[in-house]
């Protein structure tokens, strides 16, 4: 399974952004998908997940209010709409994934995947 972001990039603070994740490749159903962040000389973070079936979500304190979290499971793709966005928000963005996939024996296994990440920078 691949995950591809989209949909960084350069703008000011107050700005919004829309990023998107789409997960393709092999036979595979999505559980819950997932935004992170990493910015320079940090750990990664948590942004938000959502899950598949009712869609529940979770998000950081830091977002909450200003990012949304959407997914679209029957396209495999999940959305970040990022609103009122702060310098503190530049970060190199990253789409994470937990998908039960079928293996070799015709069985199915849990795995996680990540995309390549997108940077999103926000100038004061």
């Known amino acids: 399974v691949q995950l591809v972001e989209s949909g960084g990039g350069l703008v000011q603070a107050g700005d919004s952004l829309r990023l998107s994740c789409a997960a393709s490749?092999?036979?595979?159903?999505?559980?819950?998908m997932g935004w992170y962040r990493q910015a320079p000389g940090k750990q990664r973070e948590l942004v938000a997940t959502?899950?598949?079936?009712?869609?529940?979500?979770n998000y950081a304190d830091s977002v909450k209010g200003r990012f949304t979290i959407s997914s679209e499971y029957a396209k495999n793709t999940m959305y970040l709409q990022m609103n009122s966005l702060k310098p503190e928000d530049t970060a190199v963005y990253y789409c994470?994934?937990?998908?039960?996939?079928?293996?070799?024996?015709?069985?199915?296994?849990?795995?996680?995947?990540w995309g390549q990440g997108t940077q999103v920078t926000v100038s004061s």
């Open positions: 490749g092999g036979t595979f159903s999505i559980n819950a």
């Open positions: 994470d994934a937990e998908v039960r996939e079928l293996v070799s024996g015709g069985r199915y296994f849990t795995f996680h995947y």
């Open positions: 959502i899950r598949s079936g009712g869609g529940s979500t």
